[in-house]
């Protein structure tokens, strides 16, 4: 265990938000005691438990920074359903987003693959109708299928357009959400000004579903109705993926900013929903906060329906956090393969199997969750679709250390991939660096002089794997 690892095994839980820091932000004694700071636990596995196989809630964020949770450093921001699901199982500190925008993460979740291996990964993001996830490629949703689960998608897809692409041709047999990467909380007018809320995807248009309160609102509401559904025997998996804290920076109530929002898309300005002149960190702590309340109320709907114990919960960002949010003490954002573009927090919670109270300092991608939740679900990966994740079952439930291994990173003009502590990276400069994690989490120390040969030998890995990826289109 490394020094650094020690001294966060050491660290009270939540301790960025006790005492001083506390009383600064004046939380509630209600909050106060959500929040009191507990020791964690190095992670241990229970490998004596034995349980039926899970239900899989796999709740994302969207744009969400590695400290945007007060469980992870933010002295500002007040989650403490999220914080709660972090004391109830395992809390990941080296957790990385499979890209460092939303489209080619998602990809890499649904197919266990990394997204240059599929033309639609290559899109960074998806943007346009001329790519997305091909319905003949393999998926977590669909081998959970095919395992005999139930699967549903409900909120943001973003891995292309109907007619041609859709989660209900890709394995889930439900969905409910907006296909872009994102759209206005009130109207739900997308990028292009489309009205972007669909139930299923019968024909292009003829599946909207109409309804204009707040998003994040109505996909707490779907989602809370589908956990409190009798499934009976048969286990399910539901994709849960919030477009909260993404831009445009709407809380529920902001009628006036909507409209106003909603008045610049009809008149034709293009990008007007990317907000670039609105929002603040007050606005962006209130989308935060409101993302944990929902989540809270999922997870409630989920204890009254009595699965909890054995419903496998898991919660992070599809990558890096964007303009106001808290990543310290990481550099860079959203986009960039610096660790505050990739590095996400991340929270599993399986009453049945796990323990909680713990915190791992493992290195894992989103790759990983693929692979494990399929070993999990006893599903099997297709053989013709080598997955690029490691499972993580026999680290999580077995005890069984992980074998040190190499995750890759690859976004137009930039890479990056890690062994261990270190950390091979070029950016758009064009310099090689090398970074050693443990002691500069930061990145701002280069040891790439001092270290030639490791330097060499990660960027020839580098290299190796990114022969074997589709390259990308001349822009």
């Known amino acids: 265990m490394s020094s650094y690892e020690s001294k966060l095994s050491r660290r009270a839980f939540g301790g ?22 507990l020791e964690e636990r190095p992670f241990k596995a229970a490998p004596h438990r034995r349980a039926k196989r899970p239900n899989i809630l796999f ?11 007060s469980s992870y450093g933010a002295p500002h921001i007040k989650t403490p359903n999220l914080d709660r699901l972090a004391r109830q199982g395992v809390r990941f500190t080296d957790a990385y987003a499979g890209s460092a925008t939303c489209s080619p993460t998602r990809f890499s ?9 599929t033309k639609g990964g290559l899109a960074e993001p998806i943007a346009d109708r001329s790519v997305g996830l091909e319905p003949t490629h393999p998926t977590l949703a669909s081998l959970l299928r095919d395992a005999g689960y139930a699967t549903a998608l409900i909120g943001k897809w973003h891995c292309g357009y109907l007619p041609d692409y859709s989660p209900t041709k890709s394995g889930w047999e439900e969905f409910f959400g907006n296909f872009g990467g994102a759209l206005e909380y009130y ?36 989602a809370s109705e589908y956990v409190r559904r009798d499934h009976g025997a048969q286990p399910w998996l539901l994709n849960l993926n919030f477009t909260t804290p993404h831009w445009p920076w709407i809380a529920e109530g902001d009628e006036e900013e909507s409209a106003e929002i909603v008045r610049r898309i009809e008149v034709g300005e293009k990008g007007a929903l990317w907000h670039q002149d609105g929002g603040s960190v007050e606005k962006y702590t209130q989308m935060v906060q409101d993302l944990d309340h929902s989540v809270g109320v ?53 009453p ?19 692979a494990t939740l399929l070993e999990i679900g006893g599903a099997r990966p297709h053989p013709a679709y ?18 040190e291994r190499e995750l890759f990173w690859r976004v137009r003009g930039e890479r990056a991939l890690r ?57």
């Open 109 to 117: 979740l649904y197919t266990g693959r990394l997204p240059g291996r």
């Open 59 to 69: 709740i994302l964020g969207d744009d969400l920074g590695w400290a945007d949770l």
């Open 298 to 350: 999922v997870l409630r709907a989920l204890k009254e329906s009595g699965q909890e114990r054995d419903t496998l919960v898991f919660f992070a960002s599809d990558n890096g956090g964007e303009r106001f949010s808290y990543n310290w003490p990481l550099s860079g954002n959203k986009a960039s393969l610096k660790e505050g573009g990739i590095r996400v927090p991340t929270i599993v919670r399986w």
């Open 352 to 370: 049945a199997r796990l323990d909680g109270g713990q915190v791992s300092h493992e290195p894992v991608f989103t790759p990983d969750w693929t």
């Open 386 to 403: 080598k997955l690029d994740g490691t499972s993580l079952a026999p680290y999580l439930l077995k005890g069984e250390q992980l074998a």
């Open 419 to 475: 062994r261990g502590e270190w950390k091979y990276y070029r950016g758009k400069g064009g310099q090689d660096q090398l970074f050693n994690l443990a002691e500069d989490r930061r990145e701002q120390a280069d040891q790439a002089a001092d270290e030639p040969k490791l330097l060499g030998e990660l960027k020839a890995a580098w290299e190796k794997t990114d022969k074997e990826l589709l390259p990308y289109p001349a822009e």
């Open 187 to 222: 109207s739900k007018l997308g990028l292009g000004g489309e009205y972007d809320l669909y139930e299923g995807d019968v024909q292009e248009g003829d599946a909207e579903y109409k309804d204009l309160r707040y998003y994040t609102r109505i996909l707490t509401e779907r």
């Open 16 to 37: 960025a938000v006790a005492g001083g820091a506390t009383a600064a932000i004046g939380l509630s004694a209600a909050d106060v005691q959500a929040q009191t700071p």
